[in-house]
């Protein structure tokens, strides 16, 4: 812009300063003329003054016209770069600036990478301007779904608030790149501090309890307490995040609905992982909060067993904790790594309750709140004859029906792997 208004008025100035120095020049023959021819001269440079005059007054303008030109295009070239705000934004949280999160994760370099998913990768981050962590998950806006994700994550997280779920600090959105910025959460995701522990810590039995317990309340937070209903379609143990005092948060809303209260919930695809999808969904992709207890269930087998919902060698872990509860014999199915430190009574209640939440019927599976009393032995378990839970056989074949309706549109995640396809462990 500069270089171009020096440009303009270097090319006024070499229009104008042959005139100019003309003028001077018949100023100055006029010595050595006599007065009458004095009086001649004059007449002339009286002439020639107004049409320099003219001249000038017409570079003026013609220079001020392109400078607005210059200007102008500019300006639109910067409106032409510049994003319009979509609908969604305008009720998001804070919307970061691209440079401080550029300067925050090292330029997101690769060992600032904290877990991947299949949409993108979560760094770790310092905020500079205020130097505490942060966890940044990077969504490659080329993906419908990520981009789907990204919206349903900023617009549902954003607005929620509870201890026991992972705050969304704010977002940024930059060319491709869709960004969203989170609390650090320091002890990584359940899944890692039971399955892929540090020096090989065993996660004590105190921990396991008060973690399910946590997740237990931020669901009930979610289907009842907030304003609306929000279904977090992807309850499993690496979506829980451990913070500094060991306390559980819910991450990872990318999958969420919201509806509200008193209303039904509409049929969707078919999403989440494979282990804890409830029967029903896959059936019919009728989504509902009891959807989410029977992925709560799953969890609660998990948490109390050390052991996946299923596994490449295809054990079913409902159906191992099922066989044990009939035998009465059901503390053969607690993890072996506690070495029996634990509570007995309350090991006995996390998988009899999980065997509840997991109950092949969605009617007879307990709400949120009643989980709640239940682990707060506020209230007894329901003594049932027929668990209705789902036998191996089925379940295998219910879970391989539902991959292979899910493989085109990369929509489902197996436990068997450490990486998820449709969610991002941050502090993993």
């Not at 017409?58 to 639109?76: A, K, M, N, P, R």
């Not at 379609?233 to 509806?259: C, P, Q």
């Not at 509200?260 to 989440?272: A, Q, R, Y």
């Not at 090991?347 to 999980?354: I, N, S, T």
Request: glycine share 6%; proline share 3%; with cysteine.
């Amino acid at each position: 812009m500069a270089a171009a208004a020096v440009a303009i008025f270097s090319v006024a100035f070499l229009l104008l300063f042959p005139l100019v120095a003309h003028s001077q020049q018949v100023e100055f023959i006029y010595i050595g003329f006599n007065e009458s021819e004095r009086n001649i001269t004059r007449e002339g440079a009286t002439i020639l003054k107004p049409t320099v005059t003219a001249v000038i007054a017409s570079l003026s303008v013609f220079t001020f016209i392109l400078l607005g030109i210059l200007v102008s295009l500019t300006l639109y070239r910067k409106l032409a770069h510049h994003e319009s705000l979509e609908e969604w934004e305008l009720d998001c949280p804070h919307r970061f600036r691209y440079r401080d999160l550029y300067a925050a994760t090292k330029g997101f370099k690769e060992s600032e990478v904290i877990g991947v998913g299949g949409f993108g990768a979560v760094y770790k981050g310092i905020l500079l301007t205020t130097g505490s962590e942060v966890a940044v998950k990077k969504i490659v806006r080329s993906s419908t779904q990520g981009t789907r994700e990204f919206v349903a994550e900023i617009e549902s997280l954003g607005r929620l608030r509870h201890k026991n779920m992972v705050n969304l600090q704010g977002w940024c959105k930059h060319k491709n790149d869709l960004l969203i910025v989170y609390d650090y959460v320091p002890n990584g995701s359940l899944d890692s501090l039971i399955f892929k522990p540090k020096n090989n810590r065993v996660l004590p039995w105190d921990q396991r309890f008060n973690i399910l317990k946590g997740v237990a309340w931020g669901l009930l937070y979610m289907h009842e307490e907030w304003e609306q209903v929000v279904i977090h379609r992807d309850v499993k143990s690496s979506n829980v995040l451990i913070d500094a005092e060991m306390n559980a948060r819910l991450g990872d809303f990318g999958l969420a609905r919201l509806y509200d209260h008193e209303k039904p919930s509409h049929t969707t695809n078919v999403v989440g992982t494979i282990g804890y999808i409830a029967p029903e969904l896959a059936r019919t992709g009728k989504v509902s909060t009891r959807s989410d207890v029977f992925a709560y269930g799953m969890l609660l087998l998990e948490v109390a067993a050390g052991r996946r919902p299923i596994d490449s060698s295809n054990f079913v872990l409902i159906d191992h904790v099922m066989e044990c509860h009939q035998m009465d014999r059901i503390r053969e199915a607690v993890d072996p790594k506690l070495n029996s430190i634990y509570m007995i009574d309350e090991v006995e209640l996390v998988l009899e309750l999980g065997l509840l939440c997991s109950h092949h019927r969605p009617e007879a599976r307990p709400t949120m709140r009643q989980v709640t009393r239940y682990l707060n032995r506020d209230d007894l378990l329901p003594a049932i004859d027929d668990w209705g839970s789902v036998d191996s056989q089925s379940f295998s074949e219910m879970n391989s029906r539902i991959l292979l309706e899910a493989i085109s549109s990369n929509t489902i995640t197996s436990t068997s792997g450490s990486i998820s396809t449709t969610s991002i462990d941050i502090g993993r």
